[in-house]
């Protein structure tokens, strides 16, 4: 299911009208059910996953916060947090990297094998990827560095927790929350306010303008270009260029707004996602106000960890670079997508 579709139109006003008839202390169970199902309408045997990412995130934060409380050498207590921690990124991160990834690799090294003059060629066997795999593998791995860290308690109810991890609005294109601002608001009912109705309805209006009117609009006019570049000229390309920057912002936003808009009107605030981007004046600006929620994912949950710039400026190089070539593999299992994320260093 997708925001600009005749089903959605007519699942959102349900859950919308089902969730303020409900008593205020069981609605969250209400989103949960409904965000499962919005999830399975695109292919129900993937619910596992989104499932298993929960379980296992869910079981190392309480772990992790009964490690922190008990008794013992601070030392040792550090050493079993970092291996719970460890745990559940290694288990999260390898299925990304299975549904994901594991083509990419097997493809990899397919070619490298031909180059060296081998026989061998590794089967990867047809796998769909599973919408929304990234956004929310990276919000709960997020909540389990958050309780690792000490800046919030490991949530104790599961359905909660699931829900924060599952949330329909912004399951399968973000913006990625933070457990420190949905997961509190979901730890709490909210409630019906006209004036919340009625800017979340102005902002899905102008998402879906976006999204539908500007960015779909331009796709029919950039991708047979793009599809059939050998046969157009240099200004045909070159304008179909610029409108593909237009239209991918357009695509981008308009999402992240009508995910915005949806939580609003049920009395959720999430975060921007962009903030004018192409009004930037430099690279830096550009990135701080680019995809908002995944640059500050990569700085906390990365850039940081690595040492920042706190370990000297050959140092910050490094984790700087390492961070782009990852943001380039996020957006695609494909060396063109690395290429594209390690020229912004550059």
């Known amino acids: 299911m997708i925001f600009n579709s005749v089903q959605f139109l007519i699942f959102f006003p349900v859950v919308f009208m089902v969730y303020f008839l409900l008593p205020p202390g069981i609605r969250y169970i209400w989103l949960l059910v409904s965000s499962y199902y919005f999830y399975i309408c695109w292919n129900p045997k993937y619910i596992i996953l989104i499932l298993f990412s929960t379980v296992i995130t869910y079981i190392s934060g309480i772990v992790m916060e009964i490690l922190r409380e008990g008794k013992g050498d601070i030392r040792l207590k550090g050493h079993d947090l970092k291996i719970c921690a460890a745990i559940s990124f290694i288990l999260n991160l390898s299925m990304l990297f299975y549904f994901k990834y594991f083509e990419f690799a097997v493809s990899t090294l397919n070619r490298i094998f031909g180059i060296i003059g081998a026989e061998a060629e590794i089967s990867s066997g047809d796998m769909i990827l599973p919408v929304g795999i990234s956004f929310y593998i990276f919000q709960a791995l997020g909540y389990t560095m958050d309780v690792y860290r000490g800046e919030i308690k490991a949530e104790r109810n599961f359905l909660r927790y699931a829900l924060f991890v599952s949330f329909f609005p912004q399951l399968v294109a973000g913006p990625i929350e933070r457990s420190k601002n949905l997961l509190r608001q979901v730890d709490s009912p909210t409630y019906f306010d006209l004036e919340n109705v009625r800017q979340g309805l102005l902002t899905m209006a102008y998402g879906l303008f976006m999204k539908v009117a500007v960015a779909d609009r331009l796709a029919g006019i950039i991708d047979p270009i793009y599809g059939d570049w050998i046969n157009h000229t240099g200004m045909d390309l070159g304008a179909a260029t610029m409108l593909f920057a237009v239209q991918i912002y357009c695509d ?57 710039s706190r370990k000297g400026r050959g140092r910050k190089y490094i984790n700087t670079m390492i961070v782009f070539l990852i943001s380039g593999l996020w957006h695609g299992a494909s060396w063109h997508f690395v290429v594209w994320g390690g020229k912004w260093f550059l």
């Open 252 to 308: 981008f936003e308009g999402y992240s707004q009508l995910a915005i808009g949806s939580a609003q009107v049920l009395g959720f605030r999430i975060n921007q996602n962009f903030k004018t981007p192409y009004l930037s004046t430099n690279i830096r600006e550009f990135w701080k106000r680019w995809h908002i929620s995944l640059t500050n994912w990569f700085r906390d949950y990365l850039y940081i960890p690595l040492g920042g």
